[in-house]
């Protein structure tokens, strides 16, 4: 099993560009779900997924939209890219029910200039 | 709202003292709290979580609903605990994590 694995792993923007990071994992997963990381700010969920066709937003969704149309794919698009975006962005994904755990991709580095 | 605080950013300690993470959290259902790790250039990973009452790799947390506490401890601290720890508690469908506390175990 891969895992959870997310493309690209860097990736420079500028201002207004338009662009999808790429989500998938095979160990079909239910849940899936992105995240940010910024210092200081810990984790913050954009979006996630609670199956295919279903996706809900998180605490920042502004500035993103995803879709699940597959149970393995999570694909995050930003619409017109600014400086505050900036960040390492994580995916997730995790069996249904509270407990259970989440297994992370990689992440990607964005920058946008 | 559900909010996750770690009072600490960085904490340092000698190798073989006790290092203690503290996790607080509200939520005014019946929550489900982890605890994560971040080694260096490696993906977030499940350290343990508070339904299991398990120990992992040394560490044990408690759940203290009374003081809303989900603190991480470890009797005695290794060079190969650094790294970033992140509590969450989970309502169901989302995810809340806290801003993170970076451990430096000192030789």
């Known amino acids: 099993n891969a895992g959870v694995t997310q493309t690209p792993k860097f990736q420079v923007l500028k201002t207004g560009q338009s662009m999808t990071l790429q989500c998938a994992q095979d160990?079909?997963?239910?849940?899936m779900s992105w995240y940010r990381q910024d210092p200081g700010m810990g984790l913050r969920l954009i979006h996630y997924?609670?199956?295919?066709?279903?996706?809900d937003q998180g605490e920042v969704p502004n500035g993103y939209n995803v879709s699940r149309s597959t149970t393995e794919d999570f694909p995050l698009r930003l619409l017109s890219a600014a400086p505050s975006q900036t960040s390492v962005y994580f995916c997730?994904?995790?069996?249904?029910?509270?407990?259970?755990?989440?297994?992370f991709g990689p992440g990607t580095r964005l920058t946008v200039t | 709202a559900q909010r996750v605080t770690q009072p600490e950013k960085l904490l340092s300690v000698f190798k073989g003292a006790p290092v203690e993470l503290k996790c607080n959290y509200s939520y005014s259902g019946s929550p489900e709290l982890f605890w994560y790790v971040q080694y260096s250039r490696q993906r977030l990973q499940l350290l343990l979580r508070?339904?299991s009452r398990e120990s992992i790799k040394g560490f044990t947390a408690d759940l203290n609903k009374g003081e809303t506490s989900f603190h991480l401890k470890k009797p005695f601290a290794q060079e190969e605990d650094s790294a970033m720890y992140y509590c969450a508690l989970t309502t169901g469908n989302q995810f809340y994590f806290g801003t993170g506390t970076s451990l430096t175990v000192i030789p």
């Open positions: 997730a994904s995790r069996s249904g029910g509270k407990g259970y755990e989440q297994y």
């Open positions: 997924s609670v199956g295919a066709g279903i996706t």
């Open positions: 160990m079909n997963h239910e849940y």
């Open positions: 508070h339904i």
